[in-house]
T-cell receptor, first 112, second 114 residues
Framework: KAGVTQTPRYLIKTRGQQVTLSCSPI?????VSWYQQTPGQGLQFLFE???????NKGNFPGRFSGRQFSNSRSEMNVSTLELGDSALYLC???????????FGQGTRLTVV | GESVGLHLPTLSVQEGDNSIINCAYS??????FIWYKQESGKGPQFIID?????DKRQGQRVTVLLNKTVKHLSLQIAATQPGDSAVYFC?????????????FGKGTHLIIQP
């Protein structure tokens, strides 16, 4: 069974731009969560989607948004990029909320 | 706010020895705990989990211990190998899906000495 797939693996964007990251969960998994990982703040929860609905959202500004499609694939968007948004963005999928979460390789975003 | 933390940022052990990585959590309402391993350039990899109705769970070469009285988790790795070198994170949540997703500790970097 294929794991969680995130695309692209690497991105370089300029301040003020917007970016969309994609995540394909493990087949059969309906819950997708997103996390931001930085050296200073560690792993921080962004949001969780289940059955195309956002269940929970972490403490991030409204510039961070996401969605989930009927096939459980998810995207997250960051608008008006800031230098501090440079991070590894990780997607995790699970069968349902509260289940074991399996992570993808992440998308390394660099904002210049 | 409450968070999960690890006691040591770095742990150095000899190849073949047993490793013990510790984690303290403060949210007494958490009932599900997971250990992840993250190698350089990769996403966190699930190692083992434990629910609050258990105090010990064993996997292949790994054991997780949960002490709810003092809110402490530990990960024991038997006969540590070079491939065990990574950053290890503990995470906590609610089994029904916590409002804050998984809350991660800051991680312990396990270094294996030959």
């Amino acid at each position: 069974k294929a794991g969680v797939t995130q695309t692209p693996r690497y991105l370089i964007k300029t301040r003020g731009q917007q970016v969309t990251l994609s995540c394909s969960p493990i087949s059969g998994h309906r819950s997708v969560s997103w996390y931001q990982q930085t050296p200073g703040q560690g792993l921080q929860f962004l949001f969780e989607y289940f059955s195309e609905t956002q269940r929970n959202k972490g403490n991030f500004p409204g510039r961070f948004s996401g969605r989930q499609f009927s096939n459980s694939r998810s995207e997250m968007n960051v608008s008006t990029l800031e230098l501090g948004d440079s991070a590894l963005y990780l997607c995790a999928s699970s069968l349902g909320p509260g289940g074991v979460a399996f992570f993808g390789q992440g998308t390394r975003l660099t904002v210049v | 706010g409450e968070s999960v933390g690890l006691h040591l940022p770095t742990l150095s052990v000899q190849e073949g020895d047993n490793s013990i990585i510790n984690c303290a959590y403060s949210n007494s309402a958490s009932d599900y705990f997971i250990w992840y391993k993250q190698e350089s350039g990769k996403g966190p990899q699930f190692i083992i989990d434990i629910r609050s109705n258990m105090d010990k769970r064993q996997g292949q070469r790994v054991t997780v211990l949960l002490n709810k009285t003092v809110k402490h988790l530990s990960l024991q790795i038997a006969a540590t190998q070079p491939g065990d070198s990574a950053v290890y994170f503990c995470a906590e949540t609610f089994s029904g899906g916590g409002a804050d997703g998984l809350t991660f500790g800051k991680g312990t970097h396990l270094i294996i000495q030959p």
